[in-house]
Structures are given as structure tokens and as C-alpha cells.
């Protein structure tokens, strides 16, 4: 059990390989009695509600900062924030978090459904092994993401050629190509890539 998954310890090399780093929490928690109950340990915005409560980990914590992680990748931001990190270990144990929809209407429903799932305050209603959330992700990370635009004709203003073409460019869809990389990231992480 990492106990501190985020997205600063999950590192990818130029070959796309990925490693999670920062074991620190894991090896202080397997030499002492860290793992007793009251005992609170990693990083609040991406720690369990059990965690937060101090209570006991298993893999099923790591699976909920795994889907922390992705909401976060793909909406831009953690699902809970906060004046505090009080607040926002409270906002783990009894507040639902905005749905993905509601801050990246493409994300596809499945992809949503995942994330939630993975996110369930309750560690029995979320994905019980890396194997089923990596299964339940396969979906999404078998599409891709981009989009590609029709080439279009434009006629250009006189006078306004550059101004027209500026704004007649299509912009990148940060969030599309992320949520890709996001999945493809996380399944790497999962699988042991």
C-alpha cells in the first residue's frame, strides 16, 4: 500500500514508462506501528475517507487517490477543496464531489462512472483490485480522444486575412488530449508499466 498516491509522486519518462515514486509513508508504515487506527498519513487532497479518519488502509485507499488523481487530470482541479486541510479531509468523508460532466461535458459516461466508482466513500463499493479498475478503464482508453476537425474553406475579409484566420483556427482541446494521456498514465500505473 503506497499511501500517498498523487500526482507528484507518478512520474513518466520520456519513453512513456511510468514510476511511482516516494515509497516514504509505505516503509514508515511497514516498520512501525503507523498502520494503527488514529494514525493519519498522506496528502489531503488525494487521501481515503479512511485516511482521513485515521482508520485502516488497504489497496482499495490507493484505488481512491488513483481516482483522485484522474478526476483531477481531467477537470483541472481536486475534486474537494478548502480554507484547511480539515476542511478538505472533512469534504472526503461526507461530500460528494462535483461530477465530472458538470466541469468537462465530453468526458465519456463510462470514463465518469470509473472515476466515481474508484471515489466511492465507502472502501466496498469501490473497485476492489487494480485489475477491475483497470478493466473498467479499458473502454475509454482504447478511444482516442482528439478530434479532428473537417478542413474547411475560409474566405478571408479584406484587410482582416490574419485576424480571420486567428479566429477561425481551431483551438487545442487541452482537456481531450489530457484525459487520454490521464487514462493511458493510470493504466500504466496500475499494470506496472
Known amino acids: 500500500i503506497h499511501r500517498d498516491i498523487k500526482p507528484h509522486n507518478l512520474l513518466v519518462s520520456p519513453e512513456g514508462q511510468v514510476k511511482v515514486t516516494d515509497f516514504g509513508i509505505a516503509r514508515a508504515a511497514a516498520a512501525s506501528s503507523l498502520t494503527e487506527t488514529g494514525v493519519v498519513l498522506g496528502s489531503v487532497h488525494y487521501f481515503s475517507p479512511e485516511q482521513a479518519q ?59 462512472q470509473a472515476i466515481m466508482k474508484a471515489m466511492a466513500k465507502d472502501p466496498a463499493h469501490r473497485y476492489q483490485t487494480a485489475g477491475e ?48 494521456v490521464a487514462t493511458i498514465l493510470l493504466l500504466s500505473v496500475l499494470t506496472g508499466a
Open 54 to 112: 485515521g482508520g485502516a488502509v488497504d489497496a482499495r485507499s490507493d484505488i481512491y487517490a488513483l481516482g483522485v488523481v484522474l478526476y483531477e487530470l481531467l477537470t483541472g482541479e481536486p475534486p474537494f477543496t478548502g480554507d484547511s486541510p480539515i476542511a478538505i479531509a472533512l469534504s472526503h468523508l461526507d461530500s460528494e464531489p462535483p461530477a465530472v460532466a458538470e466541469l468537462c461535458p465530453y468526458v465519456p459516461e463510462d470514463l465518469e
Open 133 to 180: 479498475l483497470n478493466r473498467a478503464l479499458a473502454p475509454a482508453a482504447s478511444r482516442t480522444g482528439a478530434q479532428e476537425e473537417p478542413t474547411r474553406v475560409l474566405t478571408a475579409v479584406p484587410g482582416r486575412e490574419k485576424a480571420t484566420a486567428t479566429r477561425n483556427r481551431p483551438k487545442p482541446n487541452r482537456r481531450s488530449t489530457t484525459w487520454v
